[in-house]
């Protein structure tokens, strides 16, 4: 239904939205205990609270965000990782990006954690400079001999703009409240005709039941496709690219599964559809299979995608 009272947009600045649904926050808190035995102390828990959040989608750029922005902050994220999740050490869209990178580069990553990607392209650029406000990781990265600031993104694009040939922000955007004053950062960082790199979740992923970390108050947006196009026109730059990640292998076969299993479980019990389902998408989704359909691309043509999207939008000279 229409929702009359949303906050704008954090992409667009559009008042027009849908409220697709509520998330409860108990909910999450409940789903960080049981699928990545991680709990939050009652202080962090009663900063945020249990009730409901709103997901908007914008009438107009169709991006989906929570609203209001509950943003995480470092005592949410000093317990997020007491229990079994972990950061991955490198990304697929690190990849791409690191060919976009041409010898003798100026490099600036925003949100650069460790610095995987920074270590991976630094011989070869003439300079590299890290954004990261968490001070542990930013020692890392100064041991590593890499450049880097704490300054939030914003103030530093005031105080030195137009200096990189490449800005990079890797699965950064979902956890930002003011997208727009981020994505504007980034475009007045980068020099005409230089290019900004970005990677953010796909919403339209394979997905099974309540995905905590897709919540706030990690996640406070969730991005399709479309909203690529929404970014190249809030800018004024020009979208290049945009690659999408393939599903995992038992991602591929869980949406072949899904089907049977509902099909079956009121013929035959859930324990039998279940086994079936299995049957029929290691049946149609061979290792072989996939490892080709993933290589040719093929996955995204039939709406299926794995984790991640990848753009890269070209500031006008």
Not at 189 to 215: A, H, K, M, Y
């Amino acid at each position: 239904m229409l929702d009359s009272s949303p906050n704008p947009c954090p992409l667009c600045g559009s008042t027009s939205a849908d409220t697709l649904s509520h998330i409860h926050l108990s909910d999450v808190w409940r789903a960080y205990a049981e699928k990545w035995a991680t709990s939050f102390s009652d202080d962090v828990i009663a900063k945020y609270g249990n009730g409901p959040v709103a997901l908007r989608r914008c009438g107009r750029c169709e991006l989906e965000w929570f609203d209001p922005a509950l943003e995480g902050d470092s005592g949410f994220y000093s317990q997020l990782f007491t229990g079994l999740i972990r950061y991955e050490k490198w990304r697929w869209e690190f990849e791409r990006a690191a060919r976009r990178i041409a010898d003798g580069a100026r490099v600036v990553e925003v949100g650069s954690g460790e610095g995987a990607f920074l270590r991976s392209v630094l011989p070869r650029c003439s300079s590299v400079e890290a954004l990261e406000k968490n001070p542990h990781a930013a020692d890392l990265l100064r041991v590593a001999g890499i450049k880097v600031s704490e300054n939030d993104v914003r103030a530093d694009a005031l105080a030195r703009p137009t200096r990189a040939d490449v800005v990079c922000a890797f699965q950064v955007l979902e956890h930002v409240a003011d997208v727009r004053g981020f994505l504007s950062a980034l475009a007045a960082i980068v020099v005409p005709g230089g290019e900004v790199l970005l990677s953010v979740p796909n919403r339209e992923r394979f997905r099974e039941g309540l995905e905590p970390n897709d919540c706030p108050p990690h996640h406070l947006s969730r991005w399709s496709p479309r909203q690529f196009t929404a970014v190249a026109e809030v800018l004024g730059m020009d979208l290049v690219l945009v690659e999408y990640q393939p599903p995992s292998l038992s991602h591929a076969r869980a949406a072949r599964q899904r089907p049977v299993r509902t099909a079956l479980r009121p013929v035959t019990g859930p324990w039998m559809a279940q086994l079936a389902g299995r049957a029929t998408a290691r049946v149609r989704m061979p290792e072989r299979r996939h490892a080709r359909l993933a290589a040719e691309g093929r996955f995204a043509p039939r709406g299926e995608y794995g984790h991640t999207m990848f753009a890269v939008l070209r500031r006008r000279g």
